[in-house]
């Protein structure tokens, strides 16, 4: 009988341990449609940090609870993250492709009480919307506002003129460029919507347009892809390097895994942002490294896959500090401030506004060992999201 | 004196005819069952609460596909109104009282119905089906030019809504609240569009839908009842779309985009149109597949319900209500041979 006893005693022990040792994180992604291939380079990300890590992370037992929050609409994303929370009962919540549903999903977040890791979606005030939200990944003004700098102060350009795509994003590349380019002290002579995100328009027009203005630089912002290799075969019928005029752009136009099929009309394109899959430092080299070893290697990653990753680097980094109990405003006290190796170089959480302070590293396109490759022209270190330095928008509340 | 059994109105088909807004036995189980739905499962109900917008916005588009006959793909048009109504009163600080709201959204929406339909309905067929879209796109691209007022793609965050009556907190956690609105509303609406559909006035639409030319000759006013039926429709899409927006406590673009245009028409046909519980059935088979293959393989669920839906384009042209219907023929026909 008393051995009975043990036995039980030691079995519901093992079993409170086991419980005690495991984090529930739900996963949001959309993880079909136009998003999917986005959001499988987050969910990789976050896969691979958990696999190179597997003996650090020991005793404790993370698991992705993934669920797929199909489109930008909004109702989806809640209903998934609603569920992860009542049903599923999870201690974090990460993910997040598309900024609506981050913004849609504040208040529920709020009223969850969980911590919540953005991995990706950029709308710069997303952050304010709720306590809860960490932001591992960028802003939309952390590129721009570091290009629209360096575009005069490196670049020696006087004026631009800015192409983008008619979408959120692009309205707020032209804005977080253009404020700081006319602050550095050059003008921005043209600003041309470029067609909507869903269909690659034909550029020449547009193009045509900005040839005749005569700027010092061309600043583009497209959705990487399509639209990229469309742009660069425009540039180049048009003959516009010819004519003096850079082609510059955020990293965005230049996606990792996109780059390859950009062919050579592509070197020469300058871009600003906070990773590329060349970047000479020792954590990127084992992470791309790990990469090419765990899925193929063709496949490189980008931004998106270290959002995923720099993700799970920040919820492992609360399950240690926590000792597994995760309670939402301890997790927020130690990630606040919180330093770390990222392969994007070191990054840190702002302790005012839980977004990421990361370097913007400026590259240029170039042919290496028969590729395209990034190489580095100078950078800027510990860049804090402009928008909310500025107050600007709804950035200021 | 006729004999009873001459007597025409004594016909078994008359005596169907003229009864045929009688409820049915089983009618109320379909309520029942939502009912339980919300003490079964409650963490649950903001699935649900989904489930029953999009039953409400199904039946909107039955009254004008599945009894007018009217093709359209440009539905989501009202049910965006609606919730810009909703969702801009409410941001702008105007208004947010849920219910009175909700009868500005259904106002709104009937107006956009009405001018819109006055002009698409002097058309038919595939030129209608176009215009329709276009009508939606154009709406979309307005409200993404005017995103200084309508958030644009990134929406119109954190409405305030206040309390139901001064008494129900709508909780973004358990959408309690939630749920038995919009359930009230949609019960309501049903009331009212099962009264119209059964009305000389519903029976006119079908008459139209089935021979326009005969309707003409018998002297019915065809254009002045599609366009009385268009904006009905259009009214209760727009409570649908305000419902979304007081649920979700949001409003983006896609309240007016193709996709949800496309999905409520899918949901219909795969209930089957022009049979009222058509919409209950297409959502509950639609949606409630989605939900739980989303869960259990996220990357891959549609494959499963492209499967579905394949099955029934190909054998059951009625949609699943269409199945039940011809079992239930067949049923009878061994029955009663004759």
Not at chain 1, 132 to 142: D, I, K
Not at chain 1, 307 to 312: H, K, L, N, Q, V
Not at chain 1, 347 to 364: A, F
Not at chain 2, 220 to 238: M, N
Request: proline share 5%; glycine share 10%.
């Amino acid at each position: 009988m008393k051995r009975i006893i043990g036995a039980t005693a030691s079995f519901l022990l093992a079993i409170g341990w086991a419980q005690a040792q495991e984090v529930k994180v739900g996963v949001v992604l959309p993880y079909t449609g136009v998003g999917a291939e986005l959001a499988q380079q987050q969910d990789r990300g976050m896969e691979l940090y958990l696999k190179m890590h597997a003996d650090m992370i020991k005793p404790y037992k993370i698991t992705l609870i993934k669920r797929d929050y199909k489109n930008p609409g909004g109702a989806d994303a809640k209903i998934a993250v609603q569920e992860l929370l009542t049903q599923d009962k999870v201690d974090i919540l990460a993910g997040w492709n598309y900024s609506p549903n981050a913004i849609a999903t504040a208040p529920l977040v709020t009223a969850g009480k969980k911590l919540a890791v953005i991995s990706n979606a950029g709308t710069a005030h997303i952050t304010n919307l709720s306590p809860y939200y960490v932001r591992v990944s960028f802003s939309m003004w952390h590129a721009g506002y570091a290009l629209g700098d360096a575009a005069v102060k490196q670049l020696k350009a006087k004026t631009a003129v800015v192409g983008y795509t008619d979408f959120p994003p692009g309205k707020d590349m032209l804005a977080s460029f253009k404020r700081a380019f006319e602050a550095a002290g050059g003008i921005v002579i043209d600003e041309i919507p470029m067609g909507s995100a869903g269909a690659v328009p034909d550029f020449t027009p547009f193009f045509q347009r900005v040839k005749d203005k005569k700027p010092d630089v061309f600043f583009v912002f497209v959705p990487g892809g399509d639209h990229t290799t469309a742009v660069i075969k425009t540039y180049n019928a048009l003959s516009m390097r010819e004519a003096g005029i850079k082609l510059i752009g955020p990293g965005d136009i230049t996606q990792d895994n996109k780059l390859q099929a950009m062919g050579p009309g592509a070197i020469g394109l300058i871009t600003m942002h906070h990773y590329n899959a060349d970047l000479d430092n020792p954590e990127n080299k084992r992470f791309v490294a790990a990469w090419k070893k765990e899925y193929g290697p063709d496949s490189t990653p980008d931004f998106m896959a270290v959002g995923g990753y720099d993700a799970m680097a920040a919820i492992v980094h609360v399950v240690k500090a926590l000792n597994g109990k995760i309670d939402v405003d301890k997790a927020l006290e130690v990630l606040k401030g919180w330093k770390y190796d990222s392969p994007r170089g070191p990054i840190m959480i702002d302790p005012q506004t839980r977004d990421i302070v990361m370097n913007e590293y400026l590259s240029e396109v170039v042919m290496k060992d028969g590729k395209l490759a990034q190489k580095p022209l100078g950078r800027i270190e510990a860049v804090k999201d402009p928008c909310k330095s500025l107050k600007i928008g709804p950035c200021a509340n | 004196m006729i004999a009873p059994a001459l007597n025409p109105a004594l016909h078994p088909a008359a005596l169907a005819f003229a009864g045929r807004h009688q409820p049915r036995v089983w009618e109320p189980i379909v309520w029942i069952l939502a009912l339980v739905f919300y003490f079964a499962f409650p963490n649950h109900l903001g699935f649900g609460t989904e489930l029953l917008i999009t039953i409400l916005f199904a039946l909107s588009l039955d009254l004008v596909l599945g009894y007018a006959g009217i093709v359209t793909l440009g539905h989501a048009a009202f049910f965006g109104v609606g919730a810009y109504t909703v969702g801009m009163l409410a941001y702008h600080g105007f208004w947010n009282e849920p219910i009175s709201s909700l009868m500005l959204a259904a106002i709104v929406a009937a107006l956009v119905g009405l001018g819109s339909g006055l002009v698409l309905l002097r058309t038919q067929g595939l030129t209608l089906l176009m215009l329709s879209l276009c009508t939606m796109a154009l709406l979309e691209e307005a409200a993404n030019l005017g995103h200084e007022y309508t958030g644009g793609f990134d929406g119109l965050a954190s409405l305030p809504i206040p309390k139901l009556l001064g008494l129900f907190e709508f909780n973004p956690l358990y959408p309690r609240t939630q749920y038995v609105y919009v359930l009230t509303v949609l019960f309501i609406s049903f009331l009212f569009i099962r009264t119209v559909v059964y009305s000389p006035f519903g029976q006119s639409l079908t008459g139209i839908r089935e021979n326009t030319l005969r309707m003409h000759a018998v002297g019915s006013p065809v254009r002045a009842r599609l366009v009385t039926c268009y904006t009905i429709s259009a009214a209760i899409a727009g409570i649908a779309g305000g419902l979304w927006a007081q649920a979700n406590a949001y409003v983006n673009l896609t309240t007016l985009g193709l996709d949800r245009a496309a999905m409520v028409l899918i949901v219909l046909i795969l209930g089957g149109c022009g049979r009222m519980y058509g919409a209950f059935v297409g959502a509950v088979a639609y949606m409630v597949l989605a939900h739980f293959l989303a869960k259990l393989y996220p990357t891959a669920w549609q494959l499963g319900l492209g499967f579905l839906l394949v099955v029934i384009a190909l054998f059951a042209r009625n949609g699943i209500l269409g199945i039940g219907e011809a079992l239930l023929r067949r049923f009878r026909a061994k029955r009663m041979p004759r």
